[in-house]
C-alpha cells in the first residue's frame, strides 16, 4: 500500500490493521506506535494524527475485533432455519473466532471494561455482537423452545462456558499441558452444543 493513499483517508485503517497483525504475531506484549507505524510504512509521528497513544489504537482493535465477530456469527446464519440449529451456529462460530484469533480476542476483552479507561468503542462494538447471541435467544423463547424470562439470563451461562473455552483451551494452560485430547475442530462443535444445551435445559 503506498504512502500516498493515506492521504484519502485509509491511514487510521491502515494503523488498525497493522496493530491487529502485531497483536496476532506478538501477543500485547513488546510493541508500541512507533513499531505500528514501521509495520505500515509511515513516520514514526504519523499514528498520533488518529491516536493519543497506544491504548487508544488498543480501543479501535477492541471494535474492529468485535465487528468482525459479529459479522462471523451473522455469517454463519445464513440459510439456517431450525432455531436450534441458528443457536448452534452462533455459539460454534464464536468459539471458532476466539480459537482463530486468540491475540485479538485476548485484546477485545481486555479492552472491553465498565470503568471510564475502557473503550467505549469497543464496548459498543462488544454490544452489537451480543446482540447477535440475544436476538436468537428472544426468537426462541418467542417460539416456545427456550424458557421464557429476560434472554441475558438465558445467554450469561452459555457465553461465560464459550468465553471459559476459549480462554482454557486456546489463551490458557490446556495445550501446554497435552489435555486437548481430540482435534481442536471437534472441541469447538462440542463446545458450540454445549453451549446450546445450557440454553436449552431447565
Known sequence: MGRSKYHHGDLRRALIDGAVGLVREQGLQGWTL????RRVGVSHAAPYHHFSDVEALLGAVTALGFDQLREEMEAALLGVDDRGDRLRAVARSYAAFGANNPGLYQVMFREVRSDAQGSSDGRDAG??????????????????????G?????????????????????????????????????LVEDIGSAAVAVLLGP
Open 127 to 148: 454490544m452489537r455482537a451480543l446482540a447477535v447471541f440475544v436476538q436468537e435467544v428472544a426468537a426462541g423463547q418467542d417460539e416456545g423452545l427456550l424458557a421464557a
Open 150 to 186: 429476560p434472554p441475558m439470563d438465558r445467554v450469561l451461562p452459555a457465553w461465560s462456558m464459550l468465553h471459559g473455552f476459549v480462554s482454557l483451551a486456546v489463551l490458557g494452560p490446556l495445550p501446554g499441558m497435552g489435555l486437548l485430547g481430540r482435534p481442536f475442530d471437534e
Open 34 to 37: 512507533r513499531g505500528v507505524a
